[in-house]
């Protein structure tokens, strides 16, 4: 099976979200608990954009040690210097760079004719490898710019030092098959490829970053770069859980593995979700709190009987302790016997049909019935009786 590295990026794309200021403390915490998931690289910032951020990426260097730290910067040496100054004291000191290379962002935003960004790429690259033993090189907007561009700047930038390739779809424009055609022409047309890994960053404003990251990995990506929950700028990025359990629920399909402690997963995004205060959808794949509750009398019953008629993901693989039976009203009889069993109660045949009717008398007019609800019914029921 192929390695795929994790480049966890919550605490600088991430926390480009909307909304979202994280403190000093705060991102040591979710950097202690990075590191407990076991990611390869962690995206610690971008250290010259604020003192605050190059104190964090500092902190966050010096204390980590399960894995590579990394922050961005800007192709200029004032950027590239302050990333040093903050990242020197990591395990794996490691520069991520960028520069726009889609002819919108160099005409309007860099005012740079392509040549002066070949340019400016080498030579940001030469001069951060006069520090840095690792250097990671993105080509901004990337899945919007020509691919002969692309295949010229990657070979360049690959010669002057850079060991990983970064092709970030910044907009999230891209499609699933759009850009495993990228990957394969890269893969295939850069001579010097096989020097460096090539690594997707997907961003999600059609909702495909995930499925676009898949498909960069089925054509030759051997890094995603990802978040926790999937937080990040606009619509966010491509979410960290549902990647690494797709591709070890389908490791038969994709043939590529993470390092992750997949059990870390439900804790992870708990704990982002609560520092940065954006709320986990109920529906949401892998942490939703809905992902392994089932709520309709035929799931139910399935999933009494065997787990895996409706169950492809245990719940214990990504650290959640049990599936959840919602009982409602669509909850059948196996189920809610299950429960009441579960509360400790052994009812007869004849009292389980009284209390299921009232059940589902109940269930009618409430969302979800609780525990608290079953146990007002059977004391009703051993009242009455
Ligand atoms: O989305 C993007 O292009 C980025 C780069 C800075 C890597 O986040
Ligand atoms: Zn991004």
Request: proline share 3%.
């Amino acid at each position: 099976m192929g390695k795929i590295n994790v480049f966890d990026t919550t605490l600088r794309d991430g926390e480009q979200s909307a909304g979202v200021n994280l403190n000093f403390e705060e991102k040591l915490e979710i950097a202690r608990q990075l590191e407990r998931l076991n990611v390869d690289i962690i995206e610690a910032g971008f250290p010259a954009s604020s003192p605050g951020d190059f104190r964090s990426v500092k902190a966050i260097a010096d204390t980590i040690k399960g894995c590579s730290v990394t922050g961005l910067s800007r192709s200029v040496q004032k950027d590239i210097d302050a990333a040093w100054e903050a990242l020197k004291g990591g395990v794996e000191p490691r520069l991520h760079v960028f520069i726009a290379t889609s002819p919108i962002h160099m005409k309007h935003k860099l005012k740079k004719t392509p040549d002066e960004v070949v340019e400016t790429a080498v030579q940001s690259v030469r001069y951060a490898a006069r520090y840095f033993p690792h250097i990671q090189w993105s080509a901004e907007d990337a899945c919007r710019s020509d691919l002969d561009f692309l295949v010229r700047i990657i070979k360049e930038v690959i010669d002057a030092g850079a060991s990983v390739i970064n092709i970030p779809d910044t907009v999230g424009y891209i499609t699933p098959s759009e850009i495993g055609e990228i990957f394969s022409y890269l893969r295939n047309n850069v001579p010097n490829i096989d020097k460096a890994i090539l690594s997707t960053h997907c961003h999600d404003d059609l909702g495909m970053a995930v499925a676009n990251s898949l498909s960069a990995v089925e054509h030759g990506a051997g890094q995603v770069e990802c978040t926790i929950n999937g937080i990040g700028e606009r619509a966010g990025n491509a979410s960290l859980e549902e990647i690494a359990v797709a591709l070890k629920i389908r490791g038969d399909y994709y043939n590529a593995e993470t390092r992750l402690k997949l059990n870390e997963i439900k804790r992870t995004s708990s704990l982002v979700s609560k520092l940065t205060g954006m709320v986990v959808p109920g529906n949401k794949a892998i942490v939703g709190a809905n992902a392994f509750a089932h709520e309709s009398g035929i799931h139910q019953d399935g999933v009494l009987k065997e787990k895996t008629t409706y169950e492809i993901i245990t719940p214990e693989l990504v650290g959640v302790t049990s599936n959840r039976m919602v009982l409602g009203k669509h909850s059948g009889r196996h189920a809610f016997k299950e429960k009441v069993k579960e509360l400790g109660y052994n009812v007869k045949e004849e009292e389980l049909n009284r209390l299921f009717a009232a059940f589902k008398d109940l269930a009618d007019k409430k969302k979800e019935v609780t525990e608290d609800d079953i146990f007002a019914l059977l004391t009703e029921e051993r009242v009455a009786s």
